[in-house]
């Protein structure tokens, strides 16, 4: 079974940084795909990053060159660094293994405001 854990949201002013991580349980979770989405009230949910197996990274363009996604094989966790923030970035967000199974996170609130 495997388990996400996400943390290091919170409330942040227009162009602050937060990071966030997603602190995986089980085993081989190098070898999977890892995404950071996010979901507003009344709208679906989109993916923002995403980082495989071998740190190949994407990201959706509302976000390049603001975030950043990595990994850290050692500790079972990635992380999503964002800088510049905007209050268009408030959203929770969550992590998803890619690959067998359906895991997700419960999700970190992220609030850009003044």
């Known amino acids: 079974q495997v388990q996400l854990v996400e943390s290091g949201g919170g409330l942040v002013q227009p162009r602050g940084s937060l990071r966030l991580s997603c602190a995986a349980s089980g085993r081989s979770f190098s070898i999977y795909g890892v995404g950071w989405y996010r979901q507003t009230p009344g709208k679906q949910r989109e993916l923002v990053a995403s980082?495989?197996?071998?740190?190949?990274?994407n990201y959706v363009d509302s976000v390049k060159g603001r975030f950043t996604i990595s990994r850290d094989n050692a500790k079972n966790t990635v992380y999503l660094r964002m800088n510049s923030l905007k209050p268009e970035d408030t959203a929770v967000y969550y992590c998803?293994?890619?690959?067998?199974?359906?895991?997700w996170g419960q999700g970190t609130q992220v609030t850009v405001s003044s």
């Open positions: 998803h293994r890619f690959g067998p199974g359906d895991f």
């Open positions: 980082i495989s197996g071998v740190s190949i990274t």
